[in-house]
């Protein structure tokens, strides 16, 4: 435990570059959302561990996005331009790391995204916390999980086109992502069923990764469609969040384009929340069931408390080095 944590504040001493801009993916609401919805896919001798550090889950699915703009192998983690690597991608780019790195290298492969691949390093490293019944990385590992399975599940973490920057639709990543899942969701069902095994989690993050993909034309080609025959002055309108006064889609162009899209965030969003109950499930069944109710209600480590303290004063009050790839 000592070891992980002295590792942590090193990190933090030594990677992290102070930030004032957070990068969002999915947004901060969403991705806790999906967190704890995913808690209660779980079953009996998972649910009331995960039930007993739901806020923790919760609050800590955004670290990954907090550490963006701080740690720089950060940002490959989120995203894989799939588009990059030609008009049928699935069939040219392999399936697993060491075959990836062959054929493109692994300095291309961290250009472009490593989402799936470091997905399947992360349902690992939480295995292992299991098998070593350590607290800290239990939860730490299981909150940062859900947060790159979530992003896979983003059709706009797929593509080079991932902000619409190409395609004069600058802002559509944040739009789909944040404005449309904190503007409706409380409509949506959350309700997936339980968590199943998964026998292969790399083929399961490949399969996220195809399917959002397959969302990328639609998701472009109707915000442009919808763009085309909407007032200029009603597109846009100004809200207060906390003391600024933010420009953000409207409500009318948001539900506009949400109907156009046809239940496409919540369906993506409902596909994360089982993929993430699957995947922590999948974990502890391959580290041999440990019984987590020998935890009690133990809590995580004060060292863990300071170090994640420290790491939430640096994102709040610095500066964000500029990071390559999306800088959603």
Same mark, same amino acid.
């Given at each position: 435990m000592r070891k992980f944590i002295f590792i942590f504040i090193i990190a933090i001493a030594v990677f992290f570059i102070p930030n004032n801009e957070p990068a969002y993916s999915w947004g901060f609401f969403a991705?806790?959302?999906? +967190?704890?919805?995913?808690?209660? $896919?779980?079953?009996? &001798?998972?649910? =009331? @561990?995960?039930?007993?550090?739901?806020?923790?889950?919760?609050?800590?699915?955004?670290?990954?996005?907090?550490?963006?703009?701080?740690v720089a192998a950060e940002p490959p983690r989120h995203y894989i331009d799939i588009d990059h690597y030609g008009a049928y991608p699935f069939d040219s780019v392999p399936k697993y790391w060491k075959a990836a790195v062959k054929k493109y290298s692994e300095d291309t492969l961290i250009a472009y995204g490593i989402n799936p691949w470091h997905i399947e390093k992360m349902v690992y490293r939480l295995q292992e916390a299991f098998k070593d019944e350590n607290l800290d990385l239990i939860l730490h590992y299981s909150a940062d999980l859900g947060h790159y399975i979530a992003d896979s599940h983003v059709p706009l973490h797929?593509?080079? +086109?991932?902000?619409?920057?190409? $395609?004069?639709?600058? &802002?559509?990543? =944040? @739009?789909?992502?944040s404005r449309i899942?904190?503007?409706?969701?409380?409509?949506?069902?959350?309700?997936?069923?339980?968590?199943?095994?998964?026998?292969?989690?790399?083929?399961?993050?490949?399969?996220?990764?195809?399917?959002?993909?397959a969302e990328v034309?639609?998701?472009?080609?109707?915000?442009?469609?919808?763009?085309?025959?909407?007032?200029?002055?009603?597109?846009?309108?100004?809200?207060?969040?906390?003391?600024?006064?933010?420009?953000?889609?409207?409500?009318?162009?948001?539900?506009?384009?949400?109907?156009?899209?046809?239940?496409?965030v919540e369906r993506r969003m409902r596909e994360a929340i089982i993929t993430v109950g699957s995947l922590w499930y999948t974990a502890w069944v391959n580290a041999g069931k440990p019984d987590l109710n020998r935890f009690g209600d133990k809590n995580i480590s004060d060292s863990l408390k300071l170090a994640q303290k420290a790491e939430q004063e640096l994102w709040k009050t610095g500066k964000p080095f500029e990071a390559k790839g999306h800088d959603d």
């Open positions: 991705h806790q959302k999906i +967190n704890r919805m995913a808690v209660f $896919t779980l079953p009996d &001798g998972m649910i =009331g @561990f995960y039930k007993k550090h739901l806020e923790y889950i919760s609050q800590h699915a955004v670290d990954p996005d907090r550490r963006r703009g701080m797929t593509t080079e +086109n991932y902000n619409g920057q190409m $395609t004069n639709q600058k &802002g559509i990543h =944040g @739009f789909w992502e899942p904190e503007m409706k969701s409380e409509g949506y069902d959350y309700w997936t069923g339980g968590a199943k095994y998964i026998d292969k989690p790399i083929d399961k993050a490949w399969a996220a990764i195809k399917a959002s993909h034309d639609s998701v472009l080609k109707f915000e442009a469609i919808l763009n085309a025959k909407y007032p200029a002055d009603k597109k846009y309108s100004f809200e207060n969040r906390g003391a600024a006064l933010l420009k953000v889609y409207s409500a009318e162009y948001t539900n506009d384009y949400d109907k156009m899209l046809n239940g496409m």
